[in-house]
Nanobody, 120 residues
């Protein structure tokens, strides 16, 4: 059984920053195995489809959605089975529930997500 637990969301003013964390556990993420999986951060805003925000390979190569390039940074700590998303210069349009998953995503792995609200 796989578990992905997101944390770090909250309410922040435009221009502010947040750091999200995603802790991975379970069968496929057993000791030493987490590093072989590409991971992604996804988000879903009200009334919109879930979209990929950023992804990182096991070796650390990254890619980003155009809307967050230069503002968000994805990273991972394979020893801790954790993926991070540093979000700077946040905009109201970044408001969404943020999720982590493998990349490509696996329908069975979606967790509860963490709410990010950018508002003054």
């Amino acid at each position: 059984q796989v578990q992905l637990v997101e944390s770090g969301g909250g309410l922040v003013q435009p221009g502010g920053s947040l750091r999200l964390s995603c802790a991975a556990s379970g069968s496929i993420f057993s000791i030493g195995m987490f590093r072989i999986y590409a991971m992604g951060w996804y988000r879903q805003a009200p009334g919109k489809q879930r979209e990929l925000v950023a992804a990182i390979t096991g070796g650390g190569s990254t890619n980003y959605a155009d809307s967050v390039k230069g503002r968000f940074t994805i990273s991972r700590d394979n020893a801790k089975n954790t993926v991070y998303l540093q979000m700077n210069s946040l905009k109201p349009e970044d408001t969404a529930v943020y999720y982590c998953n493998t990349h490509p995503s696996n329908q069975q792995f979606w967790g509860q997500g963490t709410q990010v609200t950018v508002s003054s």
